[in-house]
């Protein structure tokens, strides 16, 4: 007698809803027609045959129900006796009772949240599993939104935390919600889902704008259209700039949250007065407090800074320093004029006094002028600068005159980034403009260009041109006079006052741009933009400013 197969397995999943499949024994005899009976252990009750007893050669299907079994592994057995056959046959029956897929359940599959405030509350998800111990990772989808923590385990009988929170501080208001996922992923279990999503959405509020300053601060009267600039608080794309009393939005340019452009058109300009200016966001932001820009000819100054470094807290004798405001200078600009050697202290019929003494005049335009700082001014706050435009009424300011206030003049004119600069190599003796595509080597000499260096002279030259033509240096001059002090310089963090070999008058400038020739240190850091300070006097120029080095 011969049993096919002499083994069955059964697998069952605890709570689905079939149950397996019978399955079949084959039983055959070496010859003739016998009979036979089956039997199973009476107290395995989970297992069965179709067949108590037959003639051979017969098919025994044999089934199982594994209801209300607990999870497990179960082994039963079937005996086939058959007549004239000593030894029974006995099929090995086994029964693997599984767990269902554990279930990683979310408390909530959104969130919403809303700014301001910016960061806002933290809001909660609770993970919990039905069965076997669940490993969580959870990403956040957007870089204004965060999960904590990022990775863990759910027990059962427990939950695990999600804590979530948006921080809203880049992000500009808008009426639709700003929307990202939490993406939750299971491992280390069957489950039923591998990845579950969390929508956050959060919408961004508008809140009341602000107004700091207007530049300028005067429009001219009967001009043409005229571009403000608003410095303040909370400006995004929907922000709008309007004239109060008048309807219509200005034409607008949003720079930043903090800045922004607006076109004055020409006929709000047609008359003098002030032009109450308001910045509005729509709901529920609403509209800042109105700035007044006046509208008028008369000239105003709207501020002095250094002709270098665009610094205004002080400015020493001998400085360059440039003037902007409205109608301060001709409509048609104007360059310095040399006679005799000396710039001349009334350009375009513009004339400046500073404390009272007649400043050497270098550019004039409508809205701006450039000027020499007279070394005879006296040291000291609140010094009288008088800007006279013709016969129009002065306009007048005051500054603070210091010792020193150095400025370095930069490539861009900005003020700041690259140092306008000239190489000399060490070696090769050529001179070219310091750039990223000619940069200063270690060991070449750098001259850099400041102003603000404060009187050095002998004698007050306010004015003088240095050069062969006009203006003859006398005797007593040669060599040209130098700071002395010398400047200290450092170049990529490493001091370079050793290697400062002149800090005198520029050839061919007018006295009071300063010309420092220095060698690039041994130790310097190199690149695009290696930072320069230097120091005269004890006070430092403008930060920001860079060099061009290469080893």
Same mark, same amino acid.
């Given at each position: ?21 019978? @399955? ?16 199973? !252990? ?45 030894? !029974? ?26 700014? !301001? ?49 948006? &921080? ?68 995004? #794309? ?13 034409? *607008? ?6 800045? %922004? ?9 047609? @008359? ?17 407090? +109105? *700035? ?60 400046? *006094?500073? &404390? ?36 129009? +009424? ?65 004698? %007050? ?12 240096? !006398? ?33 061919? #400038? ?42």
């Amino acid at each position: 007698m011969t049993t096919t197969p002499g083994t069955l397995t059964f697998t069952y999943q605890e709570g689905a809803a079939a149950l397996p499949r019978a @399955q079949s024994v084959a039983v055959k005899p070496s010859s003739g027609k016998p009979t036979f009976t089956t039997a199973t !252990p009476p107290s395995d009750y989970w297992l069965t045959v179709n067949m108590d007893s037959g003639v051979l050669p017969a098919s025994i299907s044999v089934e199982v129900n594994p209801t209300s079994l607990p999870v497990g592994s179960y082994t039963s057995s079937m005996t086939i006796t058959v007549s004239g056959v000593a030894s !029974p046959a006995v099929v090995t029956v086994s029964l693997e009772i599984t767990s269902p897929p554990s279930t990683l359940s979310l408390s909530t599959n959104s969130l919403i949240f809303s700014a !301001p405030p910016s960061p806002s509350i933290a809001q909660t998800v609770m993970l919990s599993t039905n069965g076997s111990p669940i490993a969580f990772t959870a990403t956040a989808g957007a870089a204004w939104l965060s999960v904590s923590p990022a990775v863990g385990i759910v027990l059962p009988g427990d939950q695990a935390m999600l804590s979530i929170n948006v &921080d809203a501080t880049n992000l500009a208001p808008k009426v639709a919600p700003y929307s990202a996922n939490i993406t939750v992923v299971a491992s280390g279990a069957s489950v039923t889902a591998k990845s579950q999503n969390i929508t956050v959405y959060v919408t961004v509020n508008s809140l009341t704008p602000t107004i700091a300053s207007i530049w300028p601060p005067v429009l001219p009267e009967n001009a043409g259209a005229q571009t403000i600039t608003i410095r303040g608080t909370s400006f995004y #794309s929907a922000t709008g700039v309007f004239v109060q009393g008048v309807a219509a939005p200005l034409v *607008t340019t949003v720079l930043s949250p903090s800045a %922004l452009m607006a076109v004055v058109p020409a006929p709000l300009l047609t @008359q003098g007065g002030v032009l109450n200016i308001i910045v509005e966001n729509p709901a529920p932001g609403g509209s800042s407090a +109105p *700035t007044g820009v006046s509208v008028t000819n008369v000239p105003t100054i709207f501020g002095v800074f250094s002709a270098a470094s665009y610094a205004s807290a002080a400015f020493s004798p001998g400085e360059l320093v440039t003037m902007f405001g409205s109608n301060i200078g001709p409509a048609i600009p104007a360059t310095m004029s040399v006679v005799q050697g000396y710039v001349t202290t009334s350009l375009g019929n513009v004339t400046v *006094t500073i &404390d009272g003494q007649n400043a050497p005049i270098l550019y004039v335009s409508a809205s701006q002028v450039t000027v020499q700082v007279p070394y005879e001014a006296i040291i000291g706050a609140g010094q009288t600068v008088i800007v006279t435009n013709g016969a129009n +009424p002065p306009a007048s300011t005051t500054i603070n005159i210091a010792p020193a206030a150095p400025g370095i003049f930069t490539a861009d004119g900005s003020g700041e980034g690259e140092a306008s600069a000239i190489n000399t190599g060490a070696t090769s003796g050529l001179v070219t403009l310091n750039s990223t595509t000619n940069p200063a080597h270690i060991g070449d000499t750098v001259s850099l260009y400041l102003t603000g260096e404060g009187n050095y002279n002998p004698s %007050l030259l306010t004015g003088a041109v240095n050069t062969n033509t006009g203006f003859v240096i !006398p005797v007593s001059y040669t060599p040209l006079p130098q700071l002395s002090p010398l400047p200290t310089v450092s170049i990529g963090g490493v001091d370079a006052s050793a290697g400062v070999s002149y800090a005198g008058v520029v050839p061919g #400038s007018i006295l009071g741009v300063l010309q420092i020739n220095v060698v690039v240190p041994l130790g310097s850091s190199t690149g695009t933009a290696v930072p320069l300070t230097v120091t005269i006097g004890g006070v430092t120029a403008q930060s920001n400013v860079t060099l061009n080095v290469h080893p």
